[in-house]
Each structure stands twice: as C-alpha cells, then as structure tokens.
C-alpha cells in the first residue's frame, strides 16, 4: 500500500501541499482530480523523489521513502510517467523503452520478456520500434511514455495527465490500456482533467483545491457528487 499522511511541501514559501493524506492499495486505480495547479503533479513528484516534504510521511509498504532519490524509488517499485513525457526525441521507440527497462540491465531475458508484453500491449510500439519516437504521433508518443514506465515492472504507476492533447478516440483507448495495465497487476494512480473518463476507470478518487483534499470517496460518490459534477465532470 502506498500511503500519505498529513503530507506538506513548499516551493520557497508557496506551500503547494498543505497536509495531504491519500492512500492507495494494491490493485486499484485511483485519480486525482483537480484544476491547473491544485497540487496533482507536486504529490506524483514528491511521491517519486523529486521534492522533498517539509513535513509528512510517505509510506510504502509500511516504509517511509519520502526523502530517498528518485532513483532507489523507482527500484522500490514507483514509477511516475510525467505530463510531458519527456521522451528521447532522436532515439528509437526501442531505445526509448529499453532506457525505462535500466532498473533491470543485467537481466536480458526478463528485459526481453517486459518488452514483448508492452509491445503486446501496445502494437504500434512494435510495428514502429525502429522510427524515431519524435516522428510518432502524440498518442504513440504517450503510449510509449506508458511502455517505458512499465518497462521498470513497477508494483505503482504515476500518470501524470496521460490524455492531455490527444483526440477523444485516442483518449479513449488510452484509457482502456491504462485498464489493462491495471488489469494485469500494476496499481495506478492517475491524474487526470479528464474527470468522466477516469472516474469511469477509477475506484476512488481524491479532489484537490489549492494544495488541499477537499472532497475523497469512491468513484461512484464523486461521479454523483454534485459539486465534483460541476466543477470537474462537466455535467
Ligand atoms: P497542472 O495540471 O497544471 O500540473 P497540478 O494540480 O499538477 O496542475 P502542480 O503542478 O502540483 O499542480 O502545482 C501546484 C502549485 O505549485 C501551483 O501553484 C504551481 O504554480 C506551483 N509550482 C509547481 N511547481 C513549482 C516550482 N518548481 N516552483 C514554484 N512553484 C511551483
């Protein structure tokens, strides 16, 4: 389980979290929802390594991990797929992926195993491992994105806005991946603008306002809140 508790970061005096508590367990998909600069990204980076809390706890198995660099994080078994995706441009879909897969580097055969699911998983991967990932489109890009967090085997995955800018049949698929990934054993938690599309995918969701949870509940509450509906669902 992952979990955080009473959770406070600051960017020099701007507090950006303010006491944040939020857990996630094994096997669900749970979205945070919120306006630009609520906090969403903040927690996914805090969570990741990249901030460090003034004060709070993140727990990890009942271990606390906040403070430990980005990188024994993603050992430990969270990996974060960023907004920005922030792929190699120049490098192939395979390079890309392989570079996701460096937790790993030792172990070709369980290297050479991650990549097929993802390639199963995404087919288009496959069919394109060989281009430049700047030449794909911006839903390949974020399926590639997607594959290269999975490459790591991650027990959590962070998606920070998988469907930003993409058209509505890709958000889609995108989401039905983002169940499938779930589906086969990686716990998800999910930012998302989308409300309606993640909800419908989600167990339980946590809405932030000005670096605050100000409403929690399972996916079928938010969806019927009235407020959440308004302010997120567009309804
Ligand atoms: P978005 O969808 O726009 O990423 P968000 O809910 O993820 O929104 P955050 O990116 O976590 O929000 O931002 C929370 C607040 O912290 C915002 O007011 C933002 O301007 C501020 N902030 C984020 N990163 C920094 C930074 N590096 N330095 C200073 N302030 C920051």
Same mark, same amino acid.
């Given at each position: 389980?992952?979990?955080?508790?009473? *959770?406070? &970061?600051? #960017?020099?005096?701007?507090?950006? *979290?303010?006491?944040?508590?939020?857990?996630?367990?094994?096997?669900?998909?749970?979205? *945070?929802?919120?306006?630009?600069?609520?906090?969403? =990204?903040?927690?996914?980076?805090?969570?990741?390594?990249?901030?460090?809390?003034?004060?709070?706890?993140?727990?990890?198995?009942?271990?606390?991990?906040?403070?430990? =660099?980005? /990188?024994?994080? &993603?050992?430990?078994?969270?990996?974060?797929?960023?907004?920005?995706?922030? *792929?190699?441009?120049?490098?192939?879909?395979?390079?890309?992926?392989?570079?996701?897969?460096?937790?790993?580097?030792?172990?070709?055969?369980?290297?050479?195993?991650?990549?097929?699911?993802?390639?199963?998983?995404?087919?288009?991967? #496959?069919?394109?491992?060989?281009?430049?990932?700047?030449?794909? =489109?911006?839903?390949?890009?974020?399926?590639?994105? !997607?594959?290269?967090?999975?490459?790591?085997?991650?027990?959590?995955?962070?998606? /920070?806005?998988?469907?930003?800018?993409?058209?509505?049949? !890709?958000?889609?698929?995108?989401?039905?991946?983002?169940?499938?990934?779930?589906?086969?054993?990686?716990?998800?938690?999910?930012?998302?603008?989308?409300?309606?599309?993640?909800?419908?995918?989600?167990?339980?969701? #946590?809405? #932030?306002?000005?670096?605050?949870? &100000?409403?929690?509940?399972?996916?079928?509450?938010?969806?019927?809140?009235?407020?959440?509906?308004?302010?997120? &669902?567009?309804?």
């Amino acid at each position: 389980m992952l979990k955080l508790v009473n *959770l406070t &970061v600051k #960017y020099g005096n701007f507090e950006a *979290l303010h006491r944040v508590n939020l857990e996630v367990d094994h096997g669900e998909i749970v979205v *945070l929802l919120g306006a630009n600069g609520a906090g969403k =990204s903040t927690t996914f980076q805090t969570i990741s390594g990249l901030n460090k809390p003034v004060s709070g706890h993140i727990m990890l198995n009942g271990q606390s991990i906040a403070g430990k =660099s980005p /990188d024994k994080i &993603v050992k430990m078994g969270i990996v974060q797929c960023a907004e920005d995706r922030k *792929l190699f441009q120049q490098m192939t879909v395979q390079e890309n992926l392989m570079l996701g897969g460096y937790v790993h580097r030792g172990k070709k055969s369980r290297l050479r195993a991650t990549l097929q699911e993802v390639f199963e998983l995404f087919p288009i991967l #496959y069919e394109k491992r060989s281009n430049p990932a700047g030449s794909l =489109s911006g839903g390949q890009q974020q399926m590639l994105a !997607i594959g290269r967090a999975l490459m790591a085997k991650p027990e959590f995955m962070l998606l /920070d806005e998988p469907s930003i800018g993409l058209a509505p049949l !890709i958000v889609e698929q995108m989401f039905k991946s983002i169940q499938q990934i779930n589906q086969e054993g990686t716990t998800i938690l999910l930012a998302e603008q989308n409300a309606n599309a993640a909800l419908s995918i989600a167990d339980k969701g #946590y809405v #932030y306002e000005s670096g605050k949870v &100000v409403v929690q509940g399972s996916a079928e509450e938010l969806l019927a809140n009235e407020e959440v509906r308004k302010a997120y &669902v567009g309804a």
